[in-house]
């Protein structure tokens, strides 16, 4: 039986942001049928909420190599073609997320100095903005890393499968 893989920073995170989620959608359900009001932030809440958790996410199907590929574009290449594209692929992953953090961290600023606020909580938009560069420092580290799994995993000759195929 193979061993289960320690959790990361990031599924904690997620599952914190599910649960709130769930909370918070269920208090005002049982709010609206019960005592027949709601919470007025309730959905802008659950949006900003739902918009970071995608976002956390994200790292994590790279790490676990569970995100969109093209395996039928490498499957029948031979190893050392296998390892070049894993490679030109995790230069262009990060090409796209350093330009992601560096615009995530732009906008959180921008809000910052805005005083940029929710219409209904009123609270700080930059709250919820900062998933978007913490997601994407995180998605570095996690493409790197996936990319050195599967390099070792062609090196010594193990298929590089993706988290739940046999």
């Known amino acids: 039986m ?7 920073l990031e ?5 914190v942001l599910m649960m709130i989620i769930f909370v918070v959608m269920a208090v005002n359900i049982i709010g609206r049928y019960v005592f027949n009001t709601s919470l007025t932030f309730v959905d802008e809440a659950t949006t900003f909420l739902f918009g970071c958790a995608c976002f956390i996410g994200a ?5 676990r190599g569970i ?6 574009l490498i499957i ?3 190893v050392k073609a296998k390892k070049a594209f894993i490679w030109w692929v995790t230069a262009l992953s990060l090409a796209l997320y350093v ?3 560096y615009q995530g961290v732009d906008l959180v600023r921008s809000q910052i100095v805005n005083k940029t606020a929710t219409p209904a909580m009123n609270t700080p938009v930059w709250l919820f903005s900062l ?4 997601s994407a420092a995180l998605y570095l580290l996690r493409c790197v890393q996936y990319s050195l799994k599967c390099s070792r995993e062609l090196d ?11």
């Open 99 to 101: 330009v992601l953090l």
């Open 156 to 166: 010594s000759g193990k298929p590089a499968n993706k988290e739940g195929s046999e």
């Open 2 to 8: 193979k061993k289960p893989e320690k959790l990361r």
């Open 67 to 72: 995100n969109i590929g093209m395996d039928a």
């Open 131 to 134: 998933a978007v560069p913490f």
């Open 76 to 78: 029948f290449l031979p």
């Open 59 to 63: 790292p994590i199907a790279c790490f």
């Open 11 to 15: 599924e904690y995170i997620l599952g």
